[in-house]
């Protein structure tokens, strides 16, 4: 006997393997449910077949996602277990996959095999600017020695170490190393004083860092003071 229309649409309806061998099902859009709300076990099929047409969400795409957000390497197996569904042999086809998309497509990264697992990393050649991506990273998190140096040099420069001393009224010389190693700060000259010590002055790169077109721009003393 014949199925009314109201069963027909409870019924899922299986469609022709999809290039990738799998199947995708298409639940009826009344059982639809946020992926977010479902079990591992009960994700639709369709998220799973390697198909990629609109409304689908494929396994190469989830395993992307994963080894995206992941901050360490994962195992074969521990992507198994937060799919929910698959084998580390399948895991595996699908990373050597995703490194061909990659690599037609022309990107700056790739997924590597690191310690027994898996690592979405960058490729070699763009070292150069990561480090300074890098560089950029630590000077902003200056400590609050160096901050405060690098304040006292950039209002009373050129200026010597002594005086820089005598307002922080703690020792500056590994402080002021370490910001001219980070090309904040540069010696500018010697002063006339006896023993003719050396100017110190903040860099181009100081302005950069804190977007400034010059010394000029540097917010006057008074807006620093914290309210009493």
């Not at 199925?3 to 469609?15: F, G, I, R």
């Not at 929910?84 to 699908?94: D, H, L, P, Q, Y």
């Not at 998190?141 to 304040?151: C, D, G, H, I, N």
């Not at 980070?182 to 903040?202: F, H, N, S």
């Given at each position: 006997?014949?199925?009314?229309?109201?069963?027909?649409?409870?019924?899922?309806?299986?469609?022709?393997?999809?290039?990738?061998?799998?199947?995708?099902?298409?639940?009826?859009?009344?059982?639809q449910a946020p992926l977010d709300d479902l079990p591992a076990d009960q994700i639709p099929s369709d998220t799973i077949a390697g198909g990629e047409s609109a409304g689908e969400i494929s396994?190469?795409?989830?395993?992307?996602?994963i080894l995206f957000a992941a901050d360490e390497p994962l195992t074969p197996a521990k992507i198994v277990s937060i799919l929910?569904?698959?084998?580390?042999?399948?895991?595996?086809?699908?990373i050597e996959t995703l490194n061909d998309d990659y690599t037609k497509a022309g990107h700056a990264y790739r997924v590597e095999e690191i310690a027994g697992g898996y690592q979405m990393l960058t490729l070699p050649e763009y070292n150069t600017?990561?480090?300074r991506l890098r560089q950029s990273?630590?000077?902003?998190?200056?400590?609050?020695?160096?901050?405060?140096?690098?304040?006292?040099?950039?209002?009373?420069?050129?200026?010597?170490?002594?005086?820089?001393?005598?307002?922080?009224?703690?020792?500056?010389g590994e402080v002021l190393n370490r910001l001219r190693e980070?090309?904040?700060?540069?010696?500018?000259?010697?002063?006339?004083?006896?023993?003719?010590?050396?100017?110190?002055?903040?860099t181009k790169h100081f302005l950069e860092?804190?977007?400034?077109?010059?010394?000029?721009?540097?917010?006057?003393?008074?807006?620093?003071?914290?309210?009493?």
């Open positions: 006997m014949a199925k009314n229309n109201s069963e027909a649409q409870n019924m899922e309806q299986v469609v022709p393997p999809d290039s990738s061998g799998g199947l995708t099902f298409h639940p009826a859009a009344d059982e396994t190469e795409r989830v395993v992307e996602a929910g569904t698959g084998s580390a042999r399948e895991v595996r086809k699908i600017w990561l480090r990273r630590q000077e902003s998190k200056l400590s609050p020695a160096a901050m405060e140096t690098l304040a006292v040099v950039a209002y009373k420069q050129p200026v010597v170490r002594a005086e820089i001393e005598a307002i922080r009224g703690v020792s500056v980070l090309g904040l700060v540069k010696i500018v000259g010697r002063a006339e004083d006896v023993g003719r010590p050396m100017l110190y002055g903040t860092l804190f977007g400034l077109a010059s010394l000029e721009d540097l917010p006057a003393i008074e807006e620093l003071q914290m309210p009493k």
